[in-house]
């Protein structure tokens, strides 16, 4: 009793935890800024197709500019930080679909004679998948994986654990090609023309390792989720009393109410998200080339507008189950439903404050631009080819997604000098592409630097019954095994298909 007093009272809490990496950081970009920690890289002049060379510096937190960014920025980024403006207007629809009753009752049915590894397995694949919608499939899958688990009778701390494993570890593998891969394959394009100005790359140039990886990692995720976490998470006592799901009128004529008006809402934009039918495709940028990047541009009303498309299709669905369940009877029941997800989240938005304080000085220090423009170095000091070239570049990108989460701006930084050393050693740039890739996946899910981990850490909290706070470090530490695992289920894969030739998809290979 004794031992578990004081392992409580020694216990970080997640909100102390984050000041203390907030002072850290200033600390360390004082220090690095004095020493004269900086890096130089190349860069590609679109215009001229030529290299120029950038110098990257860390910026002082300790300084007249440096604090007064910080008190100039700190409001303003909290109330334009993403996860949290995202996050609220998710939880609105969430909360509808909650309280009418339509998650409880299209769970149960879905999973109710279902084998808990299986279900395991199928969310997991779905959470990898949903890398193409970018950064929504956090704020979504996280809140919704809870429920799932819930529903089910199970934690619902270790559906949020594999869930955030799953989009993390499989945040670069999809069958998809996703607005982020475009965006790497443009550099990877630029980079690649500078030694063959006649090098193309296509949509499906990934595909076949792409689904290679995406079986395998489900299944690994799924594995160490069933086998190993499971036993190790918290305990999570169910306060109410297990009672048999009855499906009865209500509930039936509230599923067909909601899948009906659902399914007429998803028809009107996927309609106006096809081009080429009469009067379809306004939602897309026509200025855009690839499919991917007329949906998701900067300039896309899709993209703009995604993250309240999805609310509203959950607002419907609840909505309209509530009808015809008769578990919203007026606009007062309605409007209590709407706000049933934001209640008693006054601990999540404290710890996403000092995620966008962290996040935000963190940047301005430019620490992760030096770092990893250092270790791009070594890809051209190290004098090496082959499988040995491959695995220094996924140790490369590996430690860089620890400092820099980020994709692009990793890859802006890595690409003028990794693709270039695949194709003198006669590797391919898009198979650099896929090592830089799957090195992602193997840390990111480690990083507190990665902007959605804080819905990750809010949301452990959330289900957290024990009295002290779970420790960052320990919700990192739920995420080890699925690194570990990761790391080397991806690096074989890649040796292997190096090692036997075959393409990594339609028009892709490994050697040019």
């Known amino acids: 009793m004794k031992m578990n007093n004081i392992k409580e009272k020694i216990t970080l809490n997640p909100i102390m935890t984050f000041i203390i990496l907030i002072i850290a950081v200033i600390i360390l970009s004082w220090f690095l800024h004095l020493v004269g920690f900086e890096a130089t890289y190349n860069k590609i002049n679109t215009s001229t197709n030529e290299y120029y060379q950038v110098t990257e510096t860390v910026e002082s937190l300790i300084s007249i500019a440096g604090i007064k960014y910080i008190f100039q920025t700190t409001v303003s980024n909290f109330a334009s930080f993403t996860p949290l403006s995202m996050l609220i207007i998710v939880l609105i629809g969430i909360g509808v679909m909650e309280k009418s009753g339509f998650l409880k009752t299209s769970i149960t049915l879905l999973t109710k004679k279902s084998r808990k590894k299986t279900i395991t397995f199928v969310w997991v694949l779905i959470c990898i998948l949903s890398s193409i919608l970018g950064d929504l499939s956090y704020i979504i899958a996280i809140p919704l994986s809870a429920l799932l688990f819930s529903y089910g009778r199970r934690n619902p701390m270790l559906g949020i654990v594999a869930t955030f494993a799953a989009l993390t570890c499989g945040s670069g593998i999809n069958l998809f090609l996703s607005s982020a891969d475009s965006s790497l394959m443009t550099l990877t394009l630029q980079s690649a023309n500078l030694l063959d100005s006649g090098y193309t790359l296509g949509t499906k140039t990934f595909i076949f390792i792409m689904l290679a990886a995406t079986i395998l990692m489900a299944i690994i995720i799924t594995e160490i989720t069933e086998k190993y976490v499971a ?62 990047d007329k949906l998701f541009s900067y300039d896309s009303f899709f993209s703009n507008g995604f993250v309240f498309i999805v609310t509203m299709l959950f607002v419907i669905l609840g909505l309209f189950y509530g009808l015809g369940a008769r578990t919203i009877k007026n606009n007062n029941d309605l409007c209590d439903d709407l706000g049933h997800s934001l209640d008693g989240i006054g601990k999540i938005l404290v710890i996403i404050l000092f995620a966008s304080v962290l996040l935000n000085i963190y940047k301005y220090s430019n ?98 019954q024990n009295t002290s706070a779970i420790a960052m470090f320990r919700t990192l530490k739920y995420q080890l095994p699925y690194a570990v695992a990761s790391i080397a289920v991806l690096i074989i894969l890649a040796v292997a298909w190096y090692l036997i030739g075959v393409p990594i998809g339609i028009n892709g290979a490994v050697v040019i």
Do not use: H
């Not at 620490?367 to 890809?379: D, E, K, M, T």
């Not at 980020?406 to 003028?416: E, F, H, I, P, R």
């Not at 990083?447 to 981990?453: E, H, I, M």
């Open 231 to 292: 036993n190790k998470i918290e305990r999570y006592e169910f306060k109410e009393e297990k009672r048999e799901f009855k499906l009865g009128k209500k509930e039936v004529r509230g599923l067909i109410f909601s899948l009906t008006a659902g399914f007429i809402y998803l028809l009107v934009f996927l309609y106006n998200i096809i081009p080429g039918l009469p009067l379809s495709g306004k939602l897309l940028d026509d200025s855009q080339v690839f499919y991917i």
């Open 367 to 464: 620490i992760g631009n030096v770092v990893v423009a250092n270790l791009a170095r070594l890809l051209n000091t190290a004098s090496i080819t082959g499988i040995p070239l491959i695995i220094l570049l996924f140790i490369i990108g590996m430690i860089s997604t620890i400092f820099l989460p980020n994709s692009q701006a990793k890859w802006v930084l890595l690409a003028t000098t990794a693709v270039p050393a695949f194709m003198n050693s006669g590797l391919s740039p898009e198979y650099a592409q896929v090592i830089f890739r799957f090195s992602e996946c193997a840390t990111i899910c480690l990083t507190p630097l990665l902007a959605y981990y804080v819905i990750y850490l809010a949301y452990i909290e959330k289900y957290n």
